[in-house]
């Protein structure tokens, strides 16, 4: 079943409505990886929309306590399993119309430590999740990453630029996954005519991030609201583009209720130094911390910023939350858990 037989044209306008649109009309979705923190967010979007949410978490990253208050809502339902467990997928009760396939480790800290189960999600995890929406004739979406581009030769990054990634790197187990998933997706629906989607999301942050997860934005916020240095790599020149992830949810279910297949860009526009970014954490916390300088993780891209211009054509979306903006929310959030 295609998408105009669901009733979801394309979307288009500014996308006022925050709640929005573009999650309307679905009947119940499957959100893989719901429990962590762009599926967590995701599920709540969901639910506002009125869709039921069944959540797949493993919880090998994700947490509990990130959908601990969606339970209060009878539209959703957490289920604990594996997305690589194909009877897991499979035996899931009822239909859907709709599936998000979130579930991977997306921290360098946690593909690290994780490197096989990183593959193993993006290959048979999507497979699994493929055959579900294959079976249900449901529309599927792959969460795929900017890291498909690797260590980018072309700036900023447009959905048909190759990438420039190395296949053997500490990184490349996530990089490679998400590479293989989209090839994986383009070929099921080929072959099957699956309603699939690809969307390349650029760096989100906000509420719900892990502190200890290894990314710029908590750990620096962690370290500021503690009063320990900012561990800042290299010189702190590479740059990153932060994407608030109230404006990356409306991105991914303005391309999850339209008709297009991507690869798609959703990502912010402001273009900062990870050296930037450390001296405003440090400006908006009040912090008396220093910043300490050290060594740059092997294949640490240098720039990145998305070339948005197809999503904002195709969809009507653009970013709505400055960095600024952002990260005074996402601050807060954090000293609020941390004095819990």
Avoid at 309 to 331: F, N, V
Wanted: proline fraction near 5%.
């Amino acid at each position: 079943m295609g998408a105009r037989g669901r009733g979801h044209g394309r979307v288009i306008g500014d996308m006022t409505d925050r709640a929005g649109t573009a999650g309307r009309g679905w009947r119940r979705a499957l959100v893989t990886g719901g429990a962590g923190f762009v599926g967590s967010h995701l599920c709540a979007r969901l639910l506002d929309d009125g869709t039921d949410v069944v959540c797949l978490d493993n919880l090998s990253t994700g947490a509990r306590s990130n959908v601990l208050e969606l339970d209060r809502r009878r539209r959703f339902r957490f289920v604990r399993g594996d997305a690589t467990d194909e009877d897991a997928v499979r035996g899931l009760p009822g239909s859907f119309d709709l599936v998000l396939h979130f579930a991977c480790p997306a921290s360098p800290a946690d593909y690290l430590r994780l490197p096989l189960e990183t593959l193993d999600v993006g290959s048979n995890g999507t497979r699994n999740a493929l055959e579900r929406a294959r079976r249900d004739g449901a529309r599927f979406l792959l969460a795929s990453t900017s890291e498909v581009y690797g260590d980018p030769l072309e700036h900023p990054q447009t959905e048909t630029y190759w990438g420039n990634v190395n296949p053997v790197g500490p990184r490349s187990v996530y990089d490679e996954s998400k590479r293989f998933g989209e090839a994986l997706v383009t070929a099921h629906r080929g072959v099957h005519g699956t309603d699939a989607a690809i969307v390349r999301i650029f760096n989100t942050y906000g509420p719900r991030m892990r502190t200890g997860d290894g990314r710029a934005v908590p750990t620096f916020i962690a370290q500021a609201l503690d009063g320990t240095p900012l561990t800042v790599a290299g010189d702190g020149s590479q740059t990153r583009s932060l994407c608030y992830v109230d404006d990356t949810v409306d991105g991914v279910l303005a391309l999850a209720a339209s008709e297009e297949t991507g690869p798609m860009n959703i990502g912010g526009g402001d273009e900062i130094t990870m050296l930037e970014l450390a001296q405003r954490v440090v400006e908006l916390t009040g912090s008396r911390s220093r910043i300490r300088f050290v060594e740059r993780p092997v294949d640490d891209p240098t720039r990145r910023r998305p070339d948005t211009r197809l999503a904002e054509q195709r969809l009507g979306w653009r970013p709505r939350t400055g960095w600024s903006e952002g990260l005074e929310r996402t601050i807060g959030w954090f000293a609020q858990a941390v004095a819990a």
